[in-house]
């Protein structure tokens, strides 16, 4: 147990800087690594396409993402209900 919180340590700070972002440049700077991180450590492959379009929205609804990043993070799924976009 303790191994695996030490694991997760590196992602969470990593994930707290990446949530501290306000714009899109700043983060696809801080976001390279990050994905090499998740790339190293998650079994499934990466929905680039789905991130693609979180960081066209990022502009417009930053928080949104964000939350959908934290929420991930800690295993909670998140569906992109269309009914919530038009909200």
């Known amino acids: 147990m303790l191994?695996?919180?030490c694991q997760k340590r590196p992602g969470k700070?990593?994930?707290r800087r990446v949530l501290?972002?306000?714009d899109v440049p700043e983060l696809c700077r801080?976001?390279?690594p990050v994905l090499a991180l998740i790339d190293s450590r998650v079994p499934q492959p990466l929905d680039?396409?789905?991130l693609l379009q979180q960081l066209h929205r990022f502009a417009?609804?930053?928080q949104k993402?964000?939350?959908q990043w934290a929420q991930?993070?800690?295993g909670r799924t998140v569906e992109d209900a269309p009914a919530e976009e038009a909200a």
């Open 3 to 5: 191994q695996r919180r």
């Open 13 to 15: 700070a990593k994930l």
């Open 20 to 22: 501290a972002c306000d």
């Open 30 to 32: 801080i976001l390279r």
């Open 48 to 50: 680039y396409i789905r």
């Open 60 to 62: 417009w609804d930053a």
């Open 65 to 67: 993402i964000k939350s």
């Open 72 to 74: 991930e993070f800690y």
